[in-house]
C-alpha cells in the first residue's frame, strides 16, 4: 500500500473540509446540521479508519517485502 495514496486521501479529505466550513458558513439551518452529521462527520470517521487501516496495511506490507524478498 502507496503512503502516496494515504497522504493523497488525506490531503483530498482536508480540502473537502475546507469546502465545507465555507459552505457551512452561509448554510445554517437544520438542513446544513443533518447533512453535516449525516454525511460529512461520517466521511471524516470512515477516512480516518481508512488512514490507519493503510498505515497498518503498509507495516505489514514491508515485513513481508523483508521477509520474503
Request: some cysteine; overall charge positive; aromatic content about 6%.
Amino acid at each position: 500500500m502507496s503512503l502516496h495514496a494515504r497522504n493523497q486521501l488525506m490531503a483530498l479529505t482536508k480540502d473537502l473540509l475546507r469546502t465545507w466550513e465555507r459552505t457551512r458558513s452561509v448554510w445554517k439551518d437544520g438542513k446544513a446540521d443533518a447533512f453535516e452529521r449525516d454525511y460529512i462527520k461520517e466521511l471524516e470517521s470512515s477516512v480516518n479508519r481508512a488512514v490507519h487501516g493503510m498505515e497498518k496495511l503498509d507495516v505489514i506490507l514491508k515485513k513481508v517485502r523483508k521477509d520474503c524478498g
